[in-house]
């Protein structure tokens, strides 16, 4: 992992930055959202390099240091977080599962698109859909999501179908913002996704929010926080 300094982000998925010795790069930014509060010019932010030749950007941005706290601006880092979590017991709600047990990007079932895990346990089938947590608030409080989303607030109803047809359904936001403590909608941003993230859990969806522990090397899905809602 190395340093640099946020010039700008741009085009979703770019930003340009400057090296330890001053020279400007342009790098991958591996995150669609708006990035509220991540990306300000002049931040610190740490950055990795691939070594894929057919690479435009053989550089990618992973880190964002911000007045709150570290951010990993990483989103395609959740379901891995989340994946290694479920295989080494550190999510409670769930259990130690072995790899034979839990199924990635499975089909939606009756229904388009995929959830991010399909769980087998207990003769019960368990959809897990996780999110990204990025967006502070204030005091330690996030939210998601940092833009409105027509793809979470698809997954919030579709859980809330399989759980109405008798599977376990599961929502679980991957805090990886280390300056969030507790976690809940983000109502101003998108009212429609909560009030059915509301509705979804009132009919037995199940809500959970985890935070991480990084050292810039390695990152780990760690400790539960508590998610609440307005009321």
């Known amino acids: 992992m190395q340093a640099g300094t ?5 085009k979703r998925f770019l930003a340009d930055i400057t090296d330890i010795n001053g020279k400007q790069l342009t790098i991958h930014c591996p995150n669609t959202g708006a990035m509220t509060g991540c990306a300000e010019p002049g931040s610190k932010i ?14 990618t941005l992973e ?3 911000t007045e709150h706290g570290l951010v990993s601006v990483n989103t395609g880092r959740a379901n891995n977080l989340v994946a290694d979590a479920l295989l080494n017991g550190r999510i409670s709600e769930v ?5 034979d047990q839990v199924k990635p990007e499975a089909a939606i079932p009756g229904g388009a698109g995929r959830f991010d895990f399909q769980l087998a346990q207990g003769g019960r089938t368990t959809f897990v859909e996780v999110k990204s947590v990025t967006l502070h608030l204030e005091d330690g409080l996030g939210a998601f999501p940092d833009a409105v989303s027509t793809r979470a607030l698809k997954h919030v109803k579709e859980l809330q179908t ?5 599977a376990r359904g599961i929502l679980l936001f991957c805090v990886q913002h280390m300056g969030v403590h507790r976690v809940c909608p983000a109502y101003d941003i998108d009212p429609d996704y909560s009030k059915a993230l509301k509705l979804a859990a009132q009919q037995g969806m199940e809500i959970l929010a985890y935070g991480c522990q990084t050292d810039l ?3 780990t899905l760690s ?3 508590d998610f609440m809602f307005d009321d």
Do not use: A, C, W
């Not at 950055?47 to 053989?58: A, E, F, G, H, L």
């Not at 399989?162 to 008798?166: F, L």
């Open 6 to 10: 946020l010039v700008r982000r741009y």
């Open 46 to 59: 740490y950055y990795s390099r691939s070594d894929n030749q057919k690479r435009k950007y053989p550089h």
């Open 63 to 65: 880190f964002v240091e």
């Open 95 to 99: 259990g130690s599962l072995t790899i």
């Open 162 to 166: 399989q759980v109405q047809q008798g």
């Open 217 to 219: 090397q390695m990152m």
């Open 223 to 225: 400790h539960r926080l």
